[in-house]
């Protein structure tokens, strides 16, 4: 977890005061991972999100981190992806999905 309080800090510092703050970022399990085929870069109404498509046949979507350079269309691994969670005071948690091909 220490290796994360650096991106933590990072991601609370570009996402500004009184907006959602960072609360937590966790690497997908393997239960995840087993159950997505394929995840793959789309646009949506804000900005880029990864479509999980899943072997039991459905499709779910969570939005793409905004410090993220990947482009529509890009096949991603999601063992490098993390699951960002965010918060603020108030409101319900919303989920971002963070990626990178270098060690976080």
Known sequence: ????KRVMKMLNNT????IRRVREINDMNQEEV???EQAVVVSSEYGNSIQFTLRS?????IPLDHNSDLGTG?????????LICL??????DIYR?????SPW
């Open 87 to 92: 918060e603020k005071s108030g409101e319900s």
């Open 1 to 4: 977890m220490v290796k994360y």
């Open 34 to 36: 087993a159950a997505v």
């Open 74 to 82: 890009e096949i991603i691994d999601i063992t490098k992806a993390k």
């Open 97 to 101: 999905v963070g990626y990178q091909e």
């Open 57 to 61: 046949g459905g499709m779910t979507y």
């Open 15 to 18: 996402i500004g005061k009184n």
